[in-house]
C-alpha cells in the first residue's frame, strides 16, 4: 500500500502507526508461533484463513518465533486493564507480525486485523505487508448483528458463513430471531410440535425448516470458537402464531389458527394469567437456556398490537422472571420499558429512529432506572433489511426512506436518547429481517456493506463530544477502507452492494 493511503481496516484501530523500514514478507514457509492460554486455538484459525485467503499453508509451532514469523502471544501484561477483554496490539516489521493480547478474544480480533492487511490479490510473491504498529481496543463490549431465521429459514451452514463474514469486522454477538408468526425454527422436546407444524413453512409460503437441539448446540460451539455470543430471541406475547397453529390449548377460543405466511404484524397474542400459557414459557425458556451458555435471553415484546396493555404489564413481568429464574439476563425490544417490574440488569434493545418517536425514550430509559443496559438499534441506520435506495428489488422500505451507506455510518449511539450516555450503553446491533430475503445471498447483499459501517460505530472510538457527528466520522476516510474490504468480500465469496458512493476495486483470486 503506497505511504499517504488510508489504513485498510474496518472497523479504525484506535491506534495505528506506519513504521520506518523494510516490510514484512509473508512467505510460505512463515510459521506461527504461539504462547500462552488459547493462543493455539486462535492460530489455527488464522491459519485456515490464510489458508483460503492467500494460499498460505504455515505451520503452528510453540516456540520462539524466527524471521519471517508471525507470533501470537496471550499474556495478562500483553494490554492495560481497561482494554484487556478483547484489545490487542499488532506490530508488523521486516522481521516479523506479532500481535499481543490479554485474552484469546482479543488476539482474534488481532488476527482479523491482519487478514484485511494481507494483499487480496495472491496470484504471484511475494505477499508483503507495510511495517505498522496498531495498539486497538473496542468501545462497546456488544457488537452485534441479528439475523431473522423465522420468516425464512436458513440452514446451519448458512448461518456459519453468516458468522466468518461478521467476524471480520469484529462483530461479537449473532442475535438469532428464532420464532415468528410464520415459522418456529428450534426444537422444544416438550412441545414438539412447535416444529413438527409450526416451523413447514415461512415467508412467502417457503420450505420453512427448523434446528434440532444437537444442530443448535453446534452453531453455538461454532460461533464460541469464533468468539461470538449467540444470542436467542423467543419473541412473546406477539408475533406467536407458529406457537398458537400448533397448540389449540395456547388459544382462548381451544382452535389453532393457520399457519401464516404473509408479512402483516401485531395481530397475534399468547393468553396472559393462564397456566398452560406460563408451562409454556417456563418449558420453552428453559430447554433454549440449556441450550445457550451466553447470558441473554431475548423474549421480543414488540408490537403486542393484540395484547391490551395491562395484559401486556403482566406477561412481560411473569415472562421476564421465568428468564432471570434459568439463569440468564432477560433482553427485550425497548417496549418492555413500558413495565416497572423487570428484573435487575434486564437488556432494552432500542429499534426506533436516530429522532426518537412517542414514547420510545422513555421506554428506553426504563431499563436504565431498573438497572439495565441498552443495546441500540436505530431503525433507520442501522436496520440492514431496508432499501438502499427507492425502487430495490429486496428489502424494505418503512423506517423514514432508503439508508445509504453515509447513513448507517454518520451517528452515534450516545446522542439519540436524550440522558443515555455511554455508561447505559451495552453495545450497538444490526438487524436484518428477512420478509423479503430467501438465500443467505440475498442476505448478505442487504447486510454487507453496511454491516461494517455499523461495526466502526459500535468498534472504534467516539466522535468528540464538542463537535456534530457529521464533522468527527470521516465519511471521506471510511469510503476507500470500505473499497479495500470490498476486494477481500469479492475474492472470498461474501455477496455484497456496489453501492454507487464507493469505489470499488474488483478482485479475483486465482
Not at 440475498?442 to 468498534?459: G, I, K, S
Request: aromatic share 8%.
Amino acid at each position: 500500500m503506497p505511504a499517504g493511503e488510508q489504513l485498510p481496516v474496518i472497523p479504525r484501530p484506535v491506534t495505528a502507526e506506519r513504521l520506518g523500514g523494510s516490510a514484512f514478507t509473508l512467505a510460505p514457509d512463515a510459521r506461527v508461533s504461539v504462547a500462552g492460554p488459547g493462543a493455539g486455538e486462535v492460530a489455527a484459525l488464522l491459519v485456515a484463513e490464510l489458508a483460503s485467503d492467500c494460499r498460505r499453508d504455515l505451520a503452528i509451532v510453540h516456540e520462539p518465533p524466527a524471521y519471517g514469523d508471525i507470533a501470537i502471544v496471550i499474556a495478562p501484561d500483553e494490554t492495560p486493564d481497561d482494554e484487556r477483554a478483547e484489545g490487542y496490539s499488532l506490530s508488523i516489521t521486516a522481521e516479523g507480525v506479532r500481535i499481543g493480547a490479554a485474552t484469546a478474544a482479543g488476539a482474534f480480533w488481532g488476527v482479523q486485523t491482519l487478514r484485511q492487511l494481507v494483499p487480496v490479490e495472491c496470484a504471484s510473491d511475494p505477499l508483503t505487508i507495510e511495517p505498522l504498529s496498531i495498539r486497538d481496543h473496542p468501545r462497546y463490549a456488544y457488537r452485534g448483528a441479528m439475523l431473522d431465521v423465522a420468516r425464512h429459514f436458513f440452514a446451519p451452514d448458512d448461518v456459519k458463513r453468516f458468522i466468518d463474514a461478521i467476524v471480520l469486522l469484529k462483530v461479537n454477538h449473532l442475535h438469532l430471531h428464532l420464532t415468528d408468526d410464520q415459522g418456529w425454527r428450534i426444537h422444544i422436546e416438550s412441545w414438539p410440535n412447535l416444529t413438527a407444524h409450526g416451523a413447514s413453512t415461512g415467508s412467502d409460503g417457503s420450505d420453512g425448516g427448523f434446528y434440532t437441539q444437537d444442530e443448535f448446540r453446534d452453531l453455538v460451539a461454532y460461533a464460541a470458537e469464533r468468539h461470538v455470543t449467540i444470542v436467542p430471541e423467543l419473541d412473546m406475547p406477539g408475533h406467536t402464531n407458529a406457537a398458537l397453529a400448533s397448540y389449540p390449548e395456547l388459544n382462548a377460543s381451544g382452535v389453532a389458527p393457520e399457519l401464516y405466511t404473509g408479512a402483516k404484524v401485531g395481530f397475534s397474542t399468547l393468553l396472559v394469567d393462564d397456566d398452560t400459557t406460563d408451562r409454556f414459557i417456563d418449558d420453552v425458556v428453559r430447554e433454549v437456556a440449556a441450550l445457550t451458555p451466553g447470558p441473554y435471553l431475548h423474549i421480543g415484546g414488540d408490537e403486542c398490537l393484540s395484547t391490551s396493555a395491562d395484559d401486556f404489564l403482566r406477561f412481560i413481568a411473569r415472562a421476564s422472571a421465568i428468564v432471570a429464574a434459568h439463569g440468564k439476563t432477560p433482553a427485550g425490544w425497548h417496549e418492555m420499558g413500558k413495565s416497572a417490574e423487570l428484573p435487575d440488569g434486564t437488556v432494552g434493545q432500542y429499534w426506533d429512529f436516530v429522532t426518537p418517536r412517542g414514547s420510545a425514550a422513555d421506554e428506553t430509559l426504563s431499563f436504565v432506572r431498573q438497572g439495565g443496559s441498552i443495546i441500540m438499534s436505530p431503525a433507520d441506520v442501522a436496520y440492514l433489511d431496508i432499501v438502499y435506495e427507492e425502487g430495490d428489488r429486496l428489502g424494505q422500505d418503512w423506517a423514514d426512506g432508503p439508508t445509504g451507506i453515509r447513513e448507517s455510518f454518520v451517528w452515534d449511539p450516545a446522542r439519540i436518547v436524550p440522558g443515555l450516555g455511554d455508561a447505559h450503553i451495552l453495545g450497538v446491533e444490526a438487524p436484518v429481517w428477512t420478509e423479503t430475503l430467501a438465500t443467505i445471498e440475498d442476505v448478505e447483499e442487504m447486510v454487507f456493506p453496511r454491516l461494517a459501517a455499523v461495526a466502526e460505530v459500535a468498534w472504534s472510538p467516539a466522535p468528540a463530544d464538542t463537535e456534530p457527528v457529521e464533522s468527527e466520522r470521516d465519511f471521506d476516510d471510511f469510503a476507500p477502507r470500505l473499497a479495500a474490504l470490498g476486494a477481500h468480500w469479492a475474492a472470498g465469496g461474501t455477496n455484497f452492494r456496489r453501492v454507487p458512493e464507493i469505489s470499488w476495486r474488483e478482485s479475483v483470486r486465482v
